[in-house]
Every structure is written in structure tokens, then in C-alpha cells.
């Protein structure tokens, strides 16, 4: 069993940037791949980021990864979402996810666990 919890989200104000964590519980969170998602009012879950269980490989969605970067500390437990240059279209509830196949997927439904989300308000 993993727990999630994210904590970082708040107010911004357009071109600002925020950095999301996502600190998981147990002993195997070096195992699981990450991903963040994010779900708007009226919109369906979107894929954000993964990162695999090393570090090594990550994957971002092509409308965010040249300003959103996923990264891990798996002596922390700890997942991060870096996001830059936000805009109002950012805004949504951000969810951090794991995988425990290891190695980082887009489709929300490979995922065993999921946080309870942090929300991310961007104002124009």
C-alpha cells in the first residue's frame, strides 16, 4: 500500500511558477513509476508527466513539457512537479500518481494509487 500526498498548489498570477511535491508513504516508492495528472472543472483527468522508478526516463505531455519538468528524490520519498510560465488554462486539481509496473505511463488507468489532488489557481 502507497500513500500520496501533494502539497504545493495555491494562487498565482499568470507567468508565475509553482513547484508541486508529492511525498509518498512505505518503503517501496524507489520501485514505482510517478505521473502527475491533472483534472479541470467539467474536464476530463489529463496526463501531465511521468517519471520512471529511477529517475531516468520521464515523459510529459507535448502541450506542457517544455514549461512543466517531473523529477524524483527517492531518498525523500518525494515526487516534484517544476511548473513555469503558468497560464489561466493551467488552472485545474493537480493528482500525483504510482505505477508499480516501474516504468512511467500516460494512461491514468495503469495506476495503483493516487493522492487526493492540490489545487492550482492561475489568474490572468
Known amino acids: 500500500q502507497v500513500q500520496l500526498v501533494e502539497s504545493g498548489g495555491g494562487l498565482v498570477q499568470t507567468g508565475d511558477s509553482l513547484r508541486l511535491s508529492c511525498a509518498a508513504s512505505?518503503?517501496?516508492?524507489?520501485?514505482?513509476?510517478m505521473g502527475w495528472f491533472r483534472q479541470a472543472p467539467g474536464k476530463e483527468r489529463e496526463f501531465v508527466a511521468a517519471?520512471?522508478?529511477?529517475?531516468?526516463?520521464?515523459y510529459g505531455a507535448d502541450s506542457m513539457k517544455d514549461r512543466f519538468t517531473i523529477s524524483r528524490d527517492n531518498a525523500k520519498n518525494t515526487v516534484y512537479l517544476q511548473m513555469d510560465s503558468l497560464k489561466p488554462e493551467d488552472t485545474a486539481v493537480y493528482f500525483c500518481?504510482?505505477?508499480?509496473?516501474?516504468?512511467?505511463?500516460?494512461?491514468?488507468?495503469?495506476?495503483?494509487?493516487w493522492g487526493q489532488g492540490t489545487q492550482v489557481t492561475v489568474s490572468s
Open positions: 517519471i520512471n522508478w529511477s529517475g531516468g526516463g520521464t
Open positions: 512505505g518503503h517501496t516508492f524507489s520501485r514505482y513509476a
Open positions: 500518481a504510482a505505477d508499480r509496473s516501474g516504468l512511467g505511463n500516460s494512461n491514468p488507468n495503469v495506476y495503483d494509487y
